[in-house]
């Protein structure tokens, strides 16, 4: 037997819920602005320090979140192709570079081992590194030829990109001819393989 009032409270939250998702859809803003709460969460976590380091810190921020959001896009892409050509134990396939697997596998040992650090373990390729998707890539090539023009356009592409990447990975400031770069290199890859 139900309870008639949480029936009540239910089919109220439902109906909320329902009425607005129209108003959002017309642009009205319905419950709490959730940018703005991250960006107050964000200004008290940064308080403690300099003015230029937080000024220094909001400019990487959003060439981070680029990088962040095209690595692991390129880690989902491979993942699917290799997942459907391979099945579901593609990772100990011939597909991926022994050498590359081993490392990862490495990396993914030791990260369980360091069971007070949480995050993803389940992914293998969350622990190949960023050089190491383009040769999962070319050794793949028939998989991604229909996307990508050339190994040469992959290789130059990735690997100034992960210069990039390991310069951002260690909060070094890049310059705004960089971000540039950056930003037009993910712009051809998504452009080419149509993310």
Same mark, same amino acid.
């Not at 859809?25 to 991250?38: F, H, L, M, P």
């Not at 050089?131 to 592409?157: E, M, Y």
């Given at each position: 037997?139900? #309870?008639?009032?949480?029936?009540?409270?239910?089919?109220?939250?439902?109906? =909320?819920?329902? @009425?607005?998702?129209?108003?959002?859809?017309? +642009?009205?803003?319905? @419950?709490?602005?959730?940018?703005? %709460? /991250?960006?107050?969460?964000?200004?008290?976590?940064?308080?403690?320090? &300099?003015?230029?380091?937080?000024?220094?810190?909001?400019?990487?921020?959003?060439?981070?979140?680029?990088?962040?959001?095209?690595?692991?896009?390129?880690?989902?892409?491979?993942?699917?192709?290799?997942?459907?050509?391979? @099945?579901?134990?593609?990772?100990?396939?011939?597909?991926?570079?022994?050498?590359?697997?081993?490392?990862?596998?490495?990396?993914? #040992?030791?990260?369980?081992?360091?069971?007070?650090? /949480?995050?993803?373990? &389940?992914?293998?390729?969350? =622990?190949? /590194?960023? @050089? +190491?998707?383009? #040769?999962? %890539?070319?050794?793949?090539?028939?998989?991604?030829?229909?996307?990508?023009?050339?190994?040469?356009?992959?290789?130059?592409?990735?690997? /100034?990109?992960?210069?990039?990447?390991?310069?951002?990975?260690?909060?070094?400031?890049?310059?705004?001819?960089?971000?540039?770069?950056?930003?037009?290199? %993910?712009?051809?890859?998504?452009?080419?393989? +149509?993310?």
């Amino acid at each position: 037997m139900t #309870d008639p009032l949480l029936e009540k409270w239910f089919f109220r939250a439902l109906m =909320f819920e329902a @009425g607005s998702e129209k108003l959002r859809e017309a +642009g009205i803003r319905v @419950g709490a602005d959730q940018t703005d %709460v /991250e960006a107050r969460l964000m200004e008290e976590v940064l308080a403690p320090f &300099s003015v230029q380091l937080r000024s220094e810190a909001m400019r990487m921020t959003r060439v981070y979140a680029l990088v962040y959001c095209f690595e692991n896009s390129v880690r989902e892409l491979i993942r699917d192709r290799l997942q459907d050509k391979h @099945g579901a134990d593609w990772w100990a396939s011939t597909a991926v570079p022994k050498r590359i697997r081993e490392l990862a596998d490495n990396r993914r #040992d030791k990260a369980n081992g360091n069971t007070w650090l /949480e995050g993803e373990r &389940s992914d293998p390729l969350q =622990f190949v /590194e960023f @050089g +190491g998707l383009s #040769d999962i %890539v070319i050794q793949n090539w028939d998989l991604f030829a229909d996307l990508i023009p050339t190994q040469h356009w992959l290789k130059q592409r990735m690997d /100034e990109l992960e210069q990039a990447r390991n310069y951002i990975a260690h909060n070094r400031l890049l310059a705004t001819t960089e971000f540039r770069r950056i930003e037009s290199y %993910v712009g051809d890859w998504l452009r080419q393989v +149509g993310v």
